[in-house]
């Protein structure tokens, strides 16, 4: 076996984790939440064409629409950058402010970042986005360390940059990694 396998297993294992993390804490959280990160204040969402197209309502082409968002015409909450759409400051147009939900919750046109945020695996860690009231960090390492078992520990490290960041890595106990 490479040893590519064992790190995706891992990196599966804890993606599974995170996901299930957010359905059993985060999820329910929402429509009490005092800062809905769907109203777009402080995180950006990244949109295909097609999201776009669907939740503004357009009806016309993707030229035509970038044409207009370049010249200043288009949803000023919307800028373009490499082939994807940007959107913040102004509350997603899935998100139903009466209801405190998502319109599109649990189907294929939800943007991968609503689904990811604000836990998720990345690089064989899982990252925690404390902007969240939901999240609760020691709660998460508590059940990354039950889904991995006692052969792995957890090690916590905050970006320097945004320190409400937290990637929670795991090490193998009694290897020392290699820097």
Same mark, same amino acid.
């Given at each position: 076996?490479?040893?590519?396998?064992?790190?995706?297993?891992?990196? %599966?294992?804890?993606a599974a984790t995170a996901?299930?993390? %957010?359905?059993?804490?985060?999820?329910? $959280?929402?429509?009490?939440?005092?800062?809905?990160?769907?109203r777009l204040d402080k995180l950006v969402l990244e949109l295909e064409w097609k999201q776009v197209k669907v939740f503004w309502r357009l009806? *016309?082409? =993707? *030229?035509?629409?970038?044409?207009?968002l370049a010249s200043g015409q288009g949803p000023q909450e919307i800028r373009e950058g490499?082939?994807?759409?940007?959107? $913040?400051?102004? /509350?997603?147009?899935?998100?139903?402010?009466?209801?405190r939900s998502c319109r599109?919750?649990? %189907?294929?046109?939800?943007?991968?970042?609503? @689904?990811?945020?604000?836990?998720?695996?990345? =690089?064989?860690?899982?990252?925690?986005?404390l902007r969240c009231e939901a999240v609760d960090i020691e709660a998460l390492a508590d059940w990354l360390a039950k889904a991995i078992? /006692?052969?792995? =520990?957890?090690? =916590? @490290?905050?970006? *320097?940059?945004f320190p409400f960041l937290v990637t929670l890595a795991v090490r193998k106990i009694g290897k020392r990694s290699r820097s």
């Amino acid at each position: 076996m490479s040893t590519r396998e064992p790190r995706r297993l891992l990196a %599966q294992e804890l993606a599974a984790t995170a996901a299930a993390y %957010q359905d059993a804490a985060v999820i329910p $959280h929402c429509p009490t939440c005092a800062k809905p990160c769907c109203r777009l204040d402080k995180l950006v969402l990244e949109l295909e064409w097609k999201q776009v197209k669907v939740f503004w309502r357009l009806d *016309e082409s =993707r *030229e035509a629409f970038d044409r207009r968002l370049a010249s200043g015409q288009g949803p000023q909450e919307i800028r373009e950058g490499n082939g994807l759409y940007y959107v $913040h400051s102004k /509350p997603c147009p899935a998100y139903d402010e009466a209801g405190r939900s998502c319109r599109v919750y649990g %189907q294929e046109i939800k943007p991968l970042g609503c @689904s990811d945020f604000p836990v998720y695996e990345d =690089r064989g860690g899982v990252l925690a986005d404390l902007r969240c009231e939901a999240v609760d960090i020691e709660a998460l390492a508590d059940w990354l360390a039950k889904a991995i078992g /006692p052969e792995w =520990r957890i090690v =916590r @490290s905050a970006d *320097e940059e945004f320190p409400f960041l937290v990637t929670l890595a795991v090490r193998k106990i009694g290897k020392r990694s290699r820097s």
